[in-house]
């Protein structure tokens, strides 16, 4: 059995992405959406789809302030705007890698052939039991995992489109983590990334009063209470347990803290090495590191989604580097003793398949918000950066929101206070 996980940051590396030299960004195109998902604070009868000229603007602003490798196309759901094929050919023609954030639900194999010809680089479907959806009868994460494997397929099909899920966790989908890690590690060649969303709402992270400018704020009306919330807060470290309930060797090599609090695991990034039936290990700290570097060096970003021909490199970079990194050597030995024990493995790709664990904005004690230290996810909003997370707050109220814990009155003594008061001498 796998021991509990427990974050330290000295062991792993630490991805140098900052607010103006990061792997992400984040556009949002539209509001709009073609289902409910639990918990959504998205209100779609405001501001609808953007123009091509608004999409430019903010382009514009990325361009200026903040490298990038993708643009993370969001909404909403981006394959409901009319113009989704022509802002893909933008991005493209921009020089990031289109990135399309869906739902899948739009998706049709002509559209997805016109998007291919208008430069995508890579698609990151969001499907989960939060989602009210007209295209499955899936009651749990488990039995969705047909409905990921659908369009993992699509794109493999069509070929050289990067193949990634986002599945948002609560206190009531955690014990279903491991099952989905089971599916897609069957499928390493057509799912290149899951990522695991903590689920977050102000219900959920303690006794705060909440304030805009100065205002005392009702947050319900902005994030309301849903049961798929579950009744707990989730940490990374609980969904690391669950991956490792399905692989015990699963091992992060990097991470970003928080922005307060630097020893919380914002983001923690394992990458597996393996086929369909085996897995060799996870790559180090230090094969992270020189990929990252390596790339910086050749295009001057950061390396954010990698192309499926790059991700068919397994085998080949765990026998280069296994000369100098003990970890990858015990990767590349595990694979040369299975060529030992079935000689077929030659013939069989071992790929590298990324899990990713994202932990949002955390209030602590003091009310301070613990972000995500250089937040992949800035997204532009009337020329300024911020972070998508949050960015219902500033349409809401024109700040960001304030935190201020309770105080438990029954310690407060009022008359006592008076008393001192009525005791001071007298002004002369």
């Known amino acids: ?39 959504c604070y998205r209100d779609q009868s405001k501001e609808g789809h953007k123009s091509l000229k608004e999409i430019e603007e903010d382009l514009a602003v990325f361009k200026k302030e903040r490298k990038s490798d993708c643009m993370s196309i969001a909404g909403g759901d981006p ?9 893909v050919r933008m991005i493209k023609e921009g020089g990031w890698k289109p990135i399309v954030n869906t739902n899948g639900l739009a998706l049709s194999k002509n559209l997805l052939q016109k998007l291919k010809e208008a430069g995508v680089f890579g698609f990151t479907f969001h499907v989960d039991t939060s989602q009210v959806r007209k295209d499955t009868n899936a009651k749990c994460e488990v039995e969705l995992n047909n409905l990921r494997h659908k369009f993992a397929q699509m794109l493999g099909d069509v070929g050289g489109i990067s193949c990634s899920f986002n599945q948002t966790v609560t ?28 689920f977050r709402e102000p219900a959920l992270m303690g006794n705060y009063d909440y304030y805009a400018q100065g205002k005392k704020i009702n947050m319900n009306s902005t994030y309301s209470h849903t049961e798929f919330a579950g009744r707990r807060l989730l940490k990374s470290a609980d969904v690391v347990n669950k ?6 060797d699963f091992e992060p090599s990097a991470y970003l803290g928080g922005t307060v609090d630097p020893h919380s695991a914002k983001w923690l990034i394992g990458v597996r090495v393996g086929s369909r039936s085996k897995t060799y290990g996870y790559i180090t700290p230090r094969f ?45 030995r595990n694979y040369v003793r299975d060529c030992v024990k079935k000689p077929s493995t030659l013939l069989q790709p071992a790929y590298f398949q990324t899990f990713t664990i994202i932990q949002p904005i955390d209030l602590l004690s003091d009310g301070q918000a613990n972000m995500c230290d250089g937040c992949p996810d800035m997204t ?43 005791q001071l001498p007298a002004s002369p």
Request: aromatic share 12%.
């Open 380 to 422: 532009v909003y009337k020329g300024k950066m911020y972070w998508s997370c949050r960015l219902e707050e500033i349409k809401e109220y024109g700040s960001f929101v304030s935190c201020v814990p309770r105080t438990n009155l029954k310690h407060i003594e009022p008359k006592a206070t008076v008393r001192k008061q009525e």
């Open 1 to 39: 059995m796998a021991a509990s996980f427990s974050f330290d940051p000295t062991k792993y590396y630490r991805l140098p992405w900052s607010l103006t030299d990061n792997g992400i960004s984040w556009l949002e195109v539209t509001t709009r959406c073609n289902l409910t998902c639990k918990g």
């Open 171 to 198: 206190g009531e989908t955690l014990d279903q983590v491991s099952e989905v890690v089971r599916w897609s590690q069957q499928y390493p060649d057509i799912v290149h990334a899951v990522v695991f969303i903590l």
């Open 288 to 332: 992270m590191e020189l990929v990252q570097d390596g790339y910086h060096v050749m295009y001057n970003r950061w390396l954010s989604y990698s192309s499926p021909s790059f991700l068919r490199l397994g085998r080949s970079s765990a026998l280069t580097f296994a000369t100098f990194d003990k970890g990858m050597r015990s990767i590349a």
């Open 79 to 87: 394959l409901v705007h009319p113009k989704i094929v022509e802002i």
């Open 243 to 248: 991956i490792r309930e399905q692989d015990p």
